[in-house]
């Protein structure tokens, strides 16, 4: 959806460096979620925001951190990366008022550990 | 946390064969929802399904939530080459909007 993008789209680095990805929407929706996918896992939730003060871990937050900028973006950080945090990681969105809990998902970010 | 299964894994039919994908729960949900993600691409919302014993239709596409809340299925009547990609269910876990996603059932059609 061109209503959430993220960036960057790929990218490759080494073990132990610090990497963020970030996330902007203009949905005007307040809630964003970060998720990986993992061939054969599905989508795991790393973390949520339900409003720019409020960050909570999902399932599988070691390793992971969070900052919600603006309502707006939400920004995913490994402060040492490894290789098992290569996979592919999106951002999502969806809105509290409509009573509907669909989630609106950005492109993606492949990201590569080597 | 709460757990679902999803089945098959992965599902090849010829084109204008039908597909089913179940989504199972040991616990009753309050709704469930269903995502396409086409290969190379980003989760799609198809539907929330909320009511005990609902049936929605899209098209080709069927889906049902089970009587007692705790399984759904997602029924695709005479594939086509466009329905290929991985087919997620989700549910909401406890009262809030966090999603739990199934694991996937990854559907080719041979044309």
């Known amino acids: 959806d061109a209503d959430v993008t993220q960036t960057p789209r790929n990218r490759i680095t080494k073990t132990g460096k610090r990497i963020m990805l970030e996330c902007s929407q203009t949905?005007?929706?307040?809630?964003m979620y970060w998720y990986r996918q993992d061939p054969g896992l599905g989508l795991r939730l790393i973390y949520y925001s339900f409003d720019v003060k409020d960050i909570n871990k999902g399932e599988i937050s070691d390793g992971y951190s969070v900052s919600r900028q603006a309502q707006a973006k939400f920004s995913l950080s490994l402060e040492s990366a490894i290789p098992n945090q290569t996979a592919l990681y999106f951002c999502a969105t969806s809105d509290t008022g409509t009573g509907s809990y669909e989630q609106y998902f950005g492109p993606g970010t492949r990201l590569t550990v080597t | 946390g709460q757990q679902v299964m999803q089945i098959p894994q992965y599902q090849h039919v010829q084109e204008g064969e039908d597909f089913t994908t179940y989504c199972n729960s040991s616990?009753?949900?309050?709704?469930i929802q269903w995502y396409k993600q086409r290969p190379g691409g980003h989760p799609v919302f198809l539907i929330q399904?909320?009511?005990?014993?609902e049936v929605k239709k899209q098209k080709r596409l069927t889906f049902q939530f089970g009587e007692a809340k705790k399984n759904s299925s997602l029924h695709i009547t005479a594939t086509q080459t466009t329905d290929v990609g991985t087919y997620f269910c989700?549910?909401?876990?406890?009262?809030?909007?966090?999603?739990?996603f199934g694991k996937g059932t990854k559907l080719t059609v041979n044309p």
């Open positions: 949905k005007g929706h307040d809630r």
């Open positions: 616990t009753t949900l309050s709704n």
């Open positions: 989700a549910l909401t876990q406890g009262g809030s909007e966090k999603l739990v």
């Open positions: 399904l909320v009511k005990s014993g």
